[in-house]
Each structure stands twice: as structure tokens, then as C-alpha cells.
């Protein structure tokens, strides 16, 4: 089993930065992939980015060129830089762990991007 604890969301106003941070129990490099995803009122909760054990990262669209995942294996953390927040990236972004055929999620956390 993989716990996952998120932390860094809050309130920003438009084009403003946060850091997210997921910390997991098993040593990160043991975990084949890892990602944040978003789930915005009224919608289905879509991938926001992810980064497989070999480094190779995958943004949606929507964020490319603003956000920033990777592997913190020393801290068992995977950070999500956000740069040049918009509205339209408010919701609750969970982290998200896959491993031996099994999928595990945080609690997540809220992000809030003001006009």
C-alpha cells in the first residue's frame, strides 16, 4: 500500500505561483508513476501532470509551459510547481500513485485562483 498526503494549495490571485507537495510512505523510487490530478466544481477529475519512475513527464495541455512535475526520491515527494496560475486552474488537485497494478490517491488539496 502507498499512503499520499498533499499539501501547499490555497488561495492566489491570477498569474501568481504555488507549490504543491505530495508525500509518499514508500520510498518514491520504488513507485512506477506519479501524478496530480484536478477536479474543478461540476467537472470530471482530469490528469494535470505525471512523471514515471524512468523521469519521462506528461503535462495536459492546458498547463504546459507553466507547470513543473518531478521526483524528490531523497524527500519520497513529487512537487508540482504552478507558475502563471489562471481561474480556470481552481480545484482540487489530488496526487496520484500507481504501483503493481494498483492505483492510490491523496486526500487532496485546494487550489484557489482568483481574477
Known amino acids: 500500500q502507498v499512503q499520499l498526503v498533499e499539501s501547499g494549495g490555497g488561495l492566489v490571485q491570477a498569474g501568481g505561483s504555488l507549490r504543491l507537495s505530495c508525500a509518499a510512505s514508500l520510498r518514491t523510487f520504488m513507485i512506477e508513476d506519479m501524478g496530480w490530478y484536478r477536479q474543478a466544481p461540476g467537472k470530471q477529475r482530469e490528469l494535470v501532470a505525471a512523471?514515471?519512475?524512468?523521469?519521462?513527464?506528461e503535462y495536459a495541455y492546458s498547463v504546459k509551459g507553466r507547470f513543473t512535475i518531478s521526483r524528490d526520491n531523497a524527500k519520497n515527494t513529487v512537487p508540482l510547481q504552478m507558475n502563471g496560475l489562471k481561474p480556470e486552474d481552481t480545484g482540487v488537485y489530488y496526487c496520484?500513485?500507481?504501483?503493481?497494478?494498483?492505483?492510490?490517491w491523496g486526500q487532496g488539496t485546494q487550489v484557489t485562483v482568483s481574477s
Open positions: 512523471v514515471t519512475s524512468a523521469g519521462i513527464r
Open positions: 496520484n500513485a500507481r504501483l503493481d497494478g494498483f492505483e492510490y
